[in-house]
């Protein structure tokens, strides 16, 4: 039997996203190169919630992109399903750039590595950073985020359900 337990309320990922913000300026000393590109679907939302902050904290705007994995996701070869193909919207020169690549939940590393294989196809930035809502553990792949709003240990029958939109929370639905 599954229960539903809500681990961020609004107010929760609203100072989650303010606490990596700001860690990302601290780590970069600031805008200067720096980049977000958000992973499609709910890593787009972070994204722009970071972005909207660090254009509190720091006066101006940082440059935001979205990157779609669908053509580099290493289960399409199964042929179970034809996933959507959206568009990766990237308007500024990646060379030599501090990205940010930021997702909503990270738990095996696979959509991660999938985003970084597609963003080495728009150029050569000077680094890749990871910032995630979420970090549920769990790796399949040697992936680590750089920052991380909330560590949600969880198992790996749990479903982590973040929803950014409306009523904004992040739920952890435990299948006992």
């Not at 100072?15 to 990596?20: E, M, N, P, S």
């Not at 890749?128 to 790796?139: C, F, M, P, T, Y």
Request: avoid cysteine.
């Amino acid at each position: 039997m599954a229960k539903q337990k809500q681990v961020l309320d609004a107010l929760g990922v609203q100072r989650a996203v303010t606490r990596v913000a700001h860690e990302i300026l601290e780590a970069n000393m600031g805008i200067g190169d720096l980049a977000l590109v958000g992973i499609r679907s709910g890593g787009v939302i972070v994204s722009q919630m970071l972005a909207r902050e660090i254009k509190k904290i720091e006066g101006l705007d940082v440059p935001l992109g979205i990157v779609d994995i669908t053509l580099y996701r290493d289960d399409l070869s199964a042929g179970t399903h034809h996933p959507a193909l959206r568009s990766t919207e990237i308007d500024f020169s990646v060379d030599d750039k501090k990205l940010v690549l930021v997702d909503d939940v990270l738990y095996t590393g696979r959509t991660v590595r999938a985003a970084m294989d597609s963003l080495i196809d728009f150029g050569r930035p000077k680094m890749i950073k990871l910032a995630v809502l979420i970090d549920r553990g769990h790796r399949e792949l040697p992936i680590r985020a750089d920052f991380v709003g909330k560590n949600i240990p969880t198992s790996p029958n749990d479903v982590i359900k973040a929803s950014l939109e409306g009523d904004i929370g992040v739920d952890i639905i435990i299948n006992d």
